[in-house]
């Protein structure tokens, strides 16, 4: 089983960036789809990017792309998530996931398809 640990969040003005990172442990990394979800309060869990097993391919939420990069490195079992030009409605905890049974295809927007996940890391916004 994989151990997913996220870091980078903080709190940055509007059209700031901030770069969150996302280690992997204890799985072989490179087995595993990831993606990136959020949760603002009372809100519910939303997708935000994905990423496929080689880094060949990534999909992104309508509301992040051209503003957010999606990445990662097998060698250091990491993810990453640049995020650029940041709006007050980025605000949220953000969360990575992972799955080793998923493939692209709608599926990857959902969250009850992942089967890890990390605690998340608070991104805020201010205007």
């Known amino acids: 089983q994989v151990q997913l640990v996220e870091s980078g969040g903080g709190l940055v003005q509007a059209g700031g960036s901030l770069r969150l990172s996302c280690a992997a442990s204890?799985?072989?990394?490179?087995?595993?789809?990831m993606g990136w979800f959020r949760q603002a309060p009372g809100k519910e869990r939303e997708f935000v990017a994905a990423?496929?097993?080689?880094?060949?391919?990534?999909y992104y939420a309508d509301s992040v792309k051209g503003r957010f990069t999606i990445s990662r490195d097998n060698a250091k079992n990491t993810v990453y998530l640049q995020m650029n030009s940041l709006k007050t409605e980025d605000t949220a905890v953000h969360y990575c996931a992972a799955d080793a049974s998923l493939f692209f295809s709608t599926a990857i927007r959902d969250p009850n398809e992942y089967g890890y996940w990390g605690q998340g890391t608070q991104v805020t916004v201010s205007s």
């Open positions: 204890g799985g072989t990394f490179s087995r595993y789809l």
């Open positions: 990423i496929n097993r080689s880094g060949g391919s990534t």
